[in-house]
T-cell receptor, first 109, second 112 residues
Framework: RKEVEQDPGPFNVPEGATVAFNCTYS??????FFWYRQDCRKEPKLLMS???SGNEDGRFTAQLNRASQYISLLIRDSKLSDSATYLC??????????FGTGTSLTVIP | DTEVTQTPKHLVMGMTNKKSLKCEQH?????MYWYKQKAKKPPELMFV???????INESVPSRFSPECPNSSLLNLHLHALQPEDSALYLC???????????FGPGTRLTVL
């Protein structure tokens, strides 16, 4: 079983739409969770960490559900510039970082 | 300084060549990482250095040899690579274990 499972999409949504991505993880002892964004032929960039209490940064909201072992990312009022691949990351222990396969998002005018 | 730098940006090498990739950060991070990323795939962890000591080697072939000369620098020495090793090689750093990682722009490697 993979450490992290993520729906690869693609998600094609109109501008202004709300879109949500989920990742499930297999190791219940996982400690830290992150969402990264990667544009074509660029490096991944940290979007936000995911905290147990949930956290929000502008139009982006991240949630963690330890009981069901998944994390989510909600993007409200989608912009064209949100088009990218979104990668979830889970750290089971120490320096192990496991990436999901990435979800491709295209925001359409 | 809040960035990770990598050189070169692009590298083309033959299967008999020896080359090195370089990574540098000045954020005081004590963990540094090498990843390999193929097209349309997520990054795959290769090596982790924590406090300048190799802490994780994800069963990477010996033709890839990492080196951490000091807390700011990370090298990846390449020798006798195969065409299937062509990929984007990403360096990352984090303050300590389990912290957010910050990635460099990567070196796009082509092995002929």
């Amino acid at each position: 079983r993979k450490e992290v499972e993520q729906d690869p999409g693609p998600f094609n949504v109109p501008e202004g739409a709300t879109v949500a991505f989920n990742c499930t993880y297999s190791n219940s002892a996982s400690q830290s969770f992150f969402w990264y964004r990667q544009d074509c032929r660029k490096e991944p960039k940290l979007l936000m960490s995911v905290y147990s209490s949930g956290n929000e940064d502008g139009r982006f909201t991240a949630q963690l559900n330890r009981a069901s072992q998944y994390i989510s990312l909600l993007i409200r009022d989608s912009k064209l510039s949100d088009s990218a691949t979104y990668l979830c990351v889970v750290t089971p222990t120490g320096n192990q970082f496991y990436f999901g396969t990435g979800t491709s998002l295209t925001v359409i005018p | 300084d809040t960035e990770v730098t990598q050189t070169p940006k692009h590298l083309v090498m033959g299967m008999t060549n020896k080359k090195s990739l370089k990574c540098e950060q000045h954020m005081g991070h004590r963990a540094m990482y090498w990843y390999k990323q193929k097209a349309k795939k997520p990054p795959e962890l290769m090596f982790v250095y924590s406090y300048e000591k190799l802490s994780i080697n994800e069963s990477v072939p010996s033709r890839f040899s990492p080196e951490c000369p000091n807390s700011s620098l990370l090298n990846l020495h390449l020798h006798a690579l195969q065409p299937e090793d062509s990929a984007l090689y990403l360096c990352a750093s984090s303050h300590r274990e389990n912290n957010e990682q910050f990635f460099g722009p990567g070196t796009r490697l082509t092995v002929l």
